[in-house]
């Protein structure tokens, strides 16, 4: 069991898959990004920002980046732009702001 | 419990991201809330929902400890038989015995109100030390938005749809979370995801106990309850203050209201968020609104009542 990999950047051959199709290391989903999701973009003014991590315990993906108890910003590799961050900002603080996405 | 800033500080918490949950959704939350407060690891299971599928898309899984497939019907049945399977290890001396897991099942509401049922209710009865969490987003969201026993009146589902003949779903929604009270467990507890310091206090809590554990959750299904993405949190603190899903835990058979609404907003509010109680707000269902504004708040006063609150 031990040597299995999961290869999350092709498609392995039956051969290669473990018993049960077992993912044997936790967390793999980092490899797909779904940033390309999407229409909108929050931006983050850091001098607004009282550290209130409202933010950070209502993202859904996981792309709000902490650091030393502190939010240091989004990672869009995994934002799906749904504005959640955005709604529960306080209002006397709202750091974050939502724009269209541009191509 | 620990608060956010402590909460932050641990390394990593809940779900990765990159799991393919619509934006806006309201269960990945639910697992940081939750799992963040466990003191020691946590082996989870989940039943076939929304949940399981976006989060273990082969070879990507979502989860950062061990977790488990399971069928629509048996998520609790799994994780009793695991967490049984552990504690005959460490008897056996096959495991450390002075290491702790914690156990956790979950399931939405279609496979804990109506097809997990009876592993759920099995679980609990036979007092294994685990927690169950239902994730209530109201219909089984995952096959397109059936209506479930947890679905509120009025409530359009493509197996309750509105139109001529009927306003939405007839019936009231069953109040699994009494039920499980009335299994004389250790702990009991309805939250929402929209009180996030509420709902991660009753997880310290319930992680606390030894025995059975049940956590209704209620989480809002953007796709499926036609609502804005960004007001997921704003909309499951409003179904709270309507008192349409009031917060309330029972611990060893004491009924506690976590939550006390002062102004108690009218359901109108709260449907005015969402597109499936669209047809709600015109004047031909008038007296319909009124019928469950009624049985809202005998539910309310029923609810205040046991737990020895003025009415």
């Not at chain 1, 902490?66 to 750091?95: R, T």
């Not at chain 2, 450390?96 to 399931?107: K, M, Q, T, Y």
């Not at chain 2, 927690?131 to 969201?141: F, G, I, P, R, T």
């Amino acid at each position: 069991m031990k040597d299995v990999k999961v290869d999350c950047g092709r498609l392995m051959d039956w051969q290669e898959l473990a018993k049960g199709c077992l993912i044997p290391e936790p967390a793999t989903s980092l490899n797909f990004k779904t940033g390309d999701w999407r229409s909108q973009r929050p931006v983050w003014s850091e001098d607004k920002c009282i550290q209130c991590l409202a933010c950070w315990i209502s993202c859904p993906d996981g792309a709000i980046m902490v650091k030393d108890e502190k939010m240091v910003g989004m990672n869009f590799d995994y934002c799906k732009g749904c504005g959640i961050c955005a709604a529960v900002c306080p209002s006397k603080a709202s750091a974050i702001e939502m724009v269209r996405e541009e191509k | 419990m620990l608060n956010l800033k402590q909460l932050a500080s641990k390394e990593k918490v809940g779900l990765a991201g990159g799991h393919r949950a619509c934006a806006g959704c309201g269960f990945p939350q639910i697992i940081s809330m939750i799992f963040g407060q466990s003191p020691a690891p946590v082996v989870s299971g989940c039943s076939t929902g929304c949940m399981e599928i976006a989060t273990t898309i082969y070879p990507f899984t979502a989860w950062r400890g061990n977790f488990m497939h399971s069928a629509f019907e048996n998520s609790a049945a799994t994780i009793s038989g695991i967490e049984t399977a552990y504690r005959a290890l460490k008897k056996q001396g096959r495991l450390p015995a002075d290491e702790n897991l914690n156990f956790v099942a979950l399931g939405g509401d279609g496979g804990t109100y109506d097809i997990g049922f009876q592993a759920l209710s099995g679980a609990m009865e036979r007092g294994h030390n685990m927690l169950y969490v239902c994730y209530n987003n109201e219909a089984y969201m995952n096959t397109g938005v059936q209506r479930s026993s947890a679905t509120p009146q009025g409530g359009h589902t493509t197996t309750s749809p509105a139109g001529k003949v009927i306003p939405g779903k007839t019936q009231y929604p069953k109040d699994l979370t009494g039920i499980m009270a009335a299994h004389s467990i250790p702990y009991v507890a309805q939250g929402s995801v929209g009180y996030h310091i509420d709902l991660m206090r009753k997880a310290d809590k319930a992680f606390s106990i030894e025995g059975p554990k049940f956590m209704n959750v209620y989480t809002p299904c953007r796709l499926g309850w036609g609502s804005d993405p960004a007001k997921t949190m704003e909309i499951a603190r409003l179904a709270v203050d309507t008192c349409m899903w009031p917060l309330y835990e029972v611990v060893d058979g004491q009924w506690k209201l976590t939550r006390k609404v002062r102004e108690k907003k009218g359901i109108t509010e709260f449907y005015k968020t969402q597109n499936r109680f669209r047809h709600l707000l015109k004047p031909e269902n008038d007296e319909f609104v009124k019928e469950i504004q009624a049985e809202v708040d005998r539910r309310w006063h029923v609810l205040l009542s046991k737990c020895g609150e003025g009415a």
